[in-house]
Every structure is written in structure tokens, then in C-alpha cells.
């Protein structure tokens, strides 16, 4: 029979190999967009190099980011024996070393709770890997202390054979994947009572694939409210700056494009492609940031593209009959909204851009941020 669970954890090669080459990837990127933005610039007019320099900054930045070591270099040793608990951890950048024994007649209590892994399939794109985490919790100075584990299905079973038999054994439903140790207390607050170690103990959640929502998390009450009164000011901010950019776009449509310069179709001054970035701007960061990719927003991306349209156009119009005498103005000015109507959607997938990035980050040190071996 088995008689330990050993986990070792440590930043391995393959996940600083995978840091350097994303790394690579990103400052290639970004330089190649940064060089279009400065070959426009020179060719054309520096407001039409902006269209590139904001993305080319993100990947430049992301990829010397990536390529800088800021990686910690850690050992973390966690083993669950006959006798106790035991843990060891190394943290060179410090020269900080802790070790320490917990023996069973400590320990008041266990605790079986879950994480969540994603999977980044494209066949699986709302489904996670859900799997058991074993919290053992002692006192110590008068504290409650906390250490957690996460277990394969197996693992499980085989804790539950090392393990004395009669400590008391709590289970909850909520999510622990990003929870600290030193934090584990608040969300074990709740935790129900499941019964007593003994040989054969079945997890008493479901475990494997399991759909995003299906493992609750756990947010107190007070900070839900909180997170609900910051997310209704982010629309509010988010309406308002929208709302007062189609305004200012329709006014200045209005009094200051009639007296821009006209070369064939188009405006020839650099206002035109200012208008455009900005829009994109705004739209990026104040309205579409946390918007999430989902078919339901399509319908909130295509108002928005009716509305600058609306705006633009109309100034435009108006702007035609009251000021403008220039020879095809009304065609410049029709072009010009079809293009602010363009940016809309180029603003949208640019904010999900950003949410890739992050996607890509979470990716890399979940699946390559740790070395875990067991025996």
C-alpha cells in the first residue's frame, strides 16, 4: 500500500523555454507594427501611423515583458505521510528557507474542495477540468492555519488510506483555485460537515469536465454588492463618454469638417484619420474592455456602428447645406462616417485582442508554469 503523497512544485524549463519563445513571438509582432506606423508616418501623415502604434506598443511591451527572467526560482515540497504533514519551501532570491512537520494529533480538521483547470479547446471553449484539493487545518498560537493540495481523483483515494481515521472531514462547493492558503479560512467558513476519515471516503463533488458556472465561487455578500455597484458605474462611465463623444463628433462634424481640405473623394487633412483613431480609442477602452465575446454584444457593437454613423453623417450633412462650398464635400463627408461606421468593429476586435493576450498569459502558466512530481 502506499504510504506517502509527495508534491514537488518549481518552475521548469519548458516553461521559461515557452516564456522566451511567446516572448520572441509578441516583440517580432510589435516591432513589425511599430515599423508600419513609422513607414506610414513618413509616407503619408503621422495621424495615419496611429492606427498601428497602439498595438505595436502592447505586443512590443508584452514581448520584452515576457523576455526579462522575473521568474521566481522556488522549490515547494509538500508530503502527506503516516505521521503528519510535512512542507518545505526555498525561495533563493531570498535566501529564504521553511520547514516544518505537522503531525496528525494536530490537525482538527480536513477539508475537500475543488479548482478548476480550463481547457483552451476550440471544440471545448466553456468546459474546465474540474479536480479535488485537500485542505488539512490546524491551530497554531492561537490561529487557525490552513494548507491546501490539489489531488488527481486517484490521489484522492489514497489520501484517504494514509490518513488517521476519525478526523473530522468538512466539504464545500465553492471554487478554491485562487485562493492563497492564508485565505482558504474565509471561504472554508461555510463548510459543511461530510463525516470522518476512513478507508474508501468518496469525494462528495462532481469531478472531470464540468461546465464554466458549475463550480460556484465564493464572493461575500458585501463584496458582491461592491463588485455590482463598480460594474454599473463602469457602463454609466462607459454610456457617458460614448454619449458625449457622438456629440462632440456631430459638432464638430458640423462647424469644423465644412473647412477641411478635399482630394477627390476624401479629406486630405490629417483630422479625418484623428477622428477615426480616436473613435476606436474610446470605443476600445471605455465601452467594449470587459465586453465579453459573446453573440448577444454583436447587437450592442452594430447600435453603436448605427449610432457614429447617424452622428457623423448628420454633422456632415448639415454642415454641407450651412458652410461648405467646397466641390465634392458631400462625397468626403459620406466616406468619412462609412469610415467612423468601420472603426466600430475594428474597436471591438482590438479589445478582444487584449483579452487574448491575457488568454494566452493564463495559458502559458497553466500549463507549463509548474513541475509537479509524485510518488
Known amino acids: ?28 509582432l510589435g516591432t513589425a507594427l511599430l515599423s508600419i506606423s513609422i513607414w506610414v508616418s513618413r509616407h503619408s501623415h503621422w495621424v495615419a501611423g496611429l ?31 503516516k505521521e503528519g504533514f510535512y512542507e518545505y519551501f526555498h525561495l533563493p532570491e531570498r535566501e529564504e528557507t ?8 494536530e490537525i482538527t480538521a480536513l477539508y475537500a474542495g475543488r479548482a478548476i483547470r480550463n481547457i483552451y479547446r476550440q471544440e471545448a471553449p466553456s468546459r474546465s477540468i474540474a479536480y479535488p484539493v485537500l485542505v488539512l487545518s490546524w491551530e497554531e498560537e492561537g490561529q487557525q492555519q490552513f494548507r491546501g493540495m490539489g489531488l488527481t481523483p486517484e490521489e484522492w483515494k489514497v489520501a484517504c488510506k494514509i490518513l488517521p481515521e476519525g478526523i473530522p472531514v468538512y466539504e464545500t462547493e465553492y471554487e478554491l483555485t485562487h485562493y492563497p492558503d492564508y485565505a482558504l479560512g474565509v471561504v472554508l467558513d461555510s463548510a459543511r460537515p461530510y463525516g470522518e476519515t476512513e478507508r474508501g471516503l468518496a469525494f462528495p463533488h462532481k469531478l472531470g469536465v464540468v461546465k464554466h458556472g458549475d463550480v460556484p465561487v465564493f464572493i461575500p455578500e458585501e463584496k458582491r454588492q461592491e463588485q455590482r455597484k463598480k460594474e454599473e458605474a463602469r457602463k454609466k462611465v462607459g454610456e457617458r463618454v460614448f454619449n458625449s463623444w457622438l456629440l462632440i463628433s456631430f459638432l464638430l462634424s458640423l462647424f469644423w469638417m465644412p473647412f477641411w481640405e478635399v482630394s477627390g473623394a476624401v479629406f486630405a487633412g490629417p483630422w479625418s484619420y484623428g ?21 448577444r454584444k454583436f447587437l450592442m457593437v452594430g447600435r453603436d456602428m448605427l449610432l457614429v454613423l447617424a452622428s457623423f453623417m448628420t454633422g456632415g450633412l448639415l454642415g454641407y447645406l450651412l458652410f461648405s462650398e467646397t466641390p465634392r464635400y458631400l ?22 485582442f487584449l483579452y487574448f493576450i491575457g488568454i494566452v498569459f493564463s495559458m502559458m502558466f497553466d500549463f507549463a508554469g509548474m513541475t509537479r512530481k509524485k510518488k
Open 331 to 352: 462625397d468626403a463627408a459620406v466616406n468619412h462616417a462609412f469610415v467612423g461606421f468601420l472603426s466600430v468593429p475594428v474597436a471591438f476586435l482590438l479589445s478582444k
Open 51 to 81: 492606427l498601428s502604434i497602439f498595438a505595436g506598443s502592447i505586443c512590443l511591451l508584452v514581448g520584452i515583458g515576457m523576455l526579462r527572467d522575473k521568474q521566481k526560482r522556488y522549490t515547494s515540497i509538500k508530503k502527506v505521510t
Open 98 to 105: 521553511i520547514e516544518k512537520t505537522i503531525p496528525f494529533a
Open 275 to 295: 477622428f477615426t483613431v480616436v473613435t476606436m480609442l474610446i470605443l476600445g477602452v471605455f465601452r467594449y474592455a470587459k465586453t465579453p465575446f459573446a453573440f
Open 1 to 28: 500500500m502506499q504510504e506517502e503523497l509527495t508534491f514537488k512544485s518549481e518552475i521548469n524549463r519548458a516553461s521559461k523555454a515557452l516564456m522566451y519563445i511567446m516572448g520572441g513571438i509578441f516583440a517580432l
